[in-house]
């Protein structure tokens, strides 16, 4: 049996991604603020505090029994404080930083010590965004955080495929999927959020993606290891994709 492993699964991507996941038979293990799916552990994963319990938790997951394969799906996120670096709240744009850019990081880290003690292969898949590949105005924290995400996981990729490990580690932006964070940012005013425009013209226009397509197609590639094809792209390890590669 499968061991699937979400963060932030309460909502959004990551409530799609466990939902599919229990319906294919997997084991599901999920981490959020509020209850969630499958053996569920209540973390804030923007308090640092937290972070080794967490941690812990996952390893006791991992070890628990001999699984078929161990897949990790970080998705917890969030944009606010949207507006100007220096205009916003400090306290909210720390706790950006630190749940976008240090807890992939540290949990990711702690997943790959965990994997590295069993033989089945595993998948650390680092939700990011194209916002870490390009600047937007009032997405200063967002941007930084999702740009530390790829950087790590190129450097984390690299050396697992060094060490010759079972375990594959991406970062995957999803594009615009319409989910609760969208509503949120379509709320802002465009002194904050200059671009704001742009994202009401997509949710009108209908090219947001649904949670439940954008939930498979990640599922399937989080099956895949480092130096196999999936959709005729060649997945290796430490790669920076973007869900448009598949389509």
């Known amino acids: 049996m499968q061991l699937t492993i979400i963060s932030g699964a309460s909502s959004g991507i990551g409530e799609a991604i466990a939902s599919q996941a229990e319906a294919d038979g997997h084991s599901i293990a999920t981490i959020s603020r509020r209850p969630g799916p499958g053996t569920y552990l209540e973390a804030d994963l923007s308090d640092p505090a937290g972070w080794p319990e967490v941690s812990a938790w996952i390893d006791a ?145 209908g090219a947001l993606s649904s949670a439940t397509e954008v939930a498979a197609t990640l599922l399937a590639l989080a099956a895949v290891n480092a130096g196999e094809e999936f959709r005729s792209v060649r997945i290796e390890n430490g790669a920076i994709l973007s869900i448009s590669d598949f389509s």
């Open 61 to 205: 997951q991992v070890q628990s029994q001999d699984w078929s394969r161990v897949v990790f799906v970080h998705n917890a996120g969030v944009v606010d404080p949207i507006g100007f670096a220096g205009e916003s709240a400090a306290d909210q744009y720390t706790t950006n930083i630190l749940l976008n850019a240090a807890s992939p990081v540290v949990l990711g880290a702690g997943f790959l010590a965990s994997v590295a003690k069993i033989d089945a292969p595993s998948h650390l898949m680092l939700i990011s965004s194209g916002a870490g590949r390009r600047p937007i105005k009032g997405w200063s924290s967002y941007c930084a955080g999702k740009a530390a995400t790829d950087m790590w996981a190129q450097a984390a990729g690299m050396e697992q495929a060094f060490r010759g490990s079972n375990a594959t580690v991406i970062a995957i932006a999803p594009g615009v999927v319409d989910t609760g964070m969208q509503s949120v940012i379509r709320s802002q005013n465009s002194d904050a959020f200059p671009d704001i425009e742009n994202f009401i013209q997509l949710k009108e226009g």
